[in-house]
């Protein structure tokens, strides 16, 4: 069994692995993934399109499928969004508890942190610092307590994995016709056609019309396959006029 241990928070390297809330945040100090990932995951969760905010079921169930269980822990402290302790009284009052093997969710000051021993973590802080550290708010009562451990392997969820662009035909047959039109130094313009579709346009500088000459079924076209098309029928017709 793997144990919890926190680590600095993982923003990655491009905008889609990084969410800068406090929700997250927390998920990728003890998982690991990106910041991102932990928000995909949290969206999955609550059935939302965009993270801000994250509930208390929202965390501790995208750390359930994560592989880590959050047990409510209160130690026979007041814990209350106005009346509960703070958490420089939380940290003062739990000493014994907070060994260097046990892992703490905390919810202070409508933040979500992590504390292991006297070491901390949170979306604000980034790296892991000492709780003694002047960026964490100590002043902020306590709300809600978990001890994280692990239920076996600490894993990633398929959910919070960004699903790889499958390009379609589409797709294809628009790089290859935007590829070629530049080679023949010729342009696509794309206008609406008033259909609920584009129509799409090859335009170039040549005395010769294409359509005029049979080459091509007329200038405008409302699929990239056509454009593509087109785009080679010219091509071949240049190809034959040059030899």
């Known amino acids: 069994m793997k144990n919890v241990n926190i680590k600095s928070v993982n923003n990655g390297k491009k905008a889609a692995d990084r969410n800068r809330y406090c929700g997250p945040a927390v998920i990728s100090a003890v998982t690991g993934m990106t910041t991102g990932e932990a928000a995909r995951l949290i969206r999955h969760v609550g059935g939302?399109?965009?993270?801000?905010?994250?509930?208390?079921?929202?965390?501790?169930?995208?750390?359930?499928?994560?592989?880590?269980?959050?047990?409510?822990?209160?130690?026979?402290?007041?814990?209350?969004?106005?009346?509960?302790?703070?958490?420089?009284?939380?940290?003062?009052?739990?000493?014994?508890?907070?060994?260097?093997?046990?892992?703490?969710?905390?919810?202070?000051?409508?933040?979500?942190?992590?504390?292991?021993?006297?070491?901390?973590?949170?979306?604000i802080v980034g790296d892991v610092v000492s709780i003694k550290d002047k960026k964490i708010k100590r002043r902020a009562r306590v709300a809600e307590v978990y001890e994280l451990t692990s239920m076996g392997a600490i894993t990633k969820p398929s959910e919070a994995i960004k699903p790889k662009r499958v390009a379609c035909g589409a797709d294809r047959d628009r790089g290859k016709a935007q590829r070629?039109?530049?080679?023949?130094?010729?342009?696509?313009?794309?206008?609406?056609?008033?259909?609920?579709?584009?129509?799409?346009?090859?335009?170039?500088?040549?005395?010769?019309?294409?359509?005029?000459?049979?080459?091509?079924?007329?200038?405008?076209?409302?699929?990239w396959w056509e454009v593509l098309w087109k785009l080679k029928e010219i091509e071949q017709h240049q190809q034959k006029k040059a030899a």
């Open 48 to 123: 939302r399109k965009s993270i801000k905010g994250s509930t208390t079921h929202e965390v501790i169930r995208s750390l359930e499928m994560c592989g880590i269980r959050g047990q409510h822990k209160t130690f026979g402290l007041t814990l209350d969004r106005s009346s509960g302790v703070t958490l420089a009284g939380w940290l003062k009052a739990t000493v014994k508890e907070r060994t260097a093997n046990r892992v703490f969710l905390i919810v202070a000051g409508w933040h979500w942190q992590l504390v292991q021993g006297r070491r901390y973590v949170c979306g």
């Open 180 to 223: 070629l039109a530049k080679k023949m130094g010729m342009e696509i313009t794309i206008e609406p056609s008033g259909y609920g579709e584009n129509a799409y346009w090859i335009d170039y500088d040549s005395e010769d019309d294409y359509a005029d000459l049979g080459v091509i079924e007329g200038h405008c076209s409302y699929a």
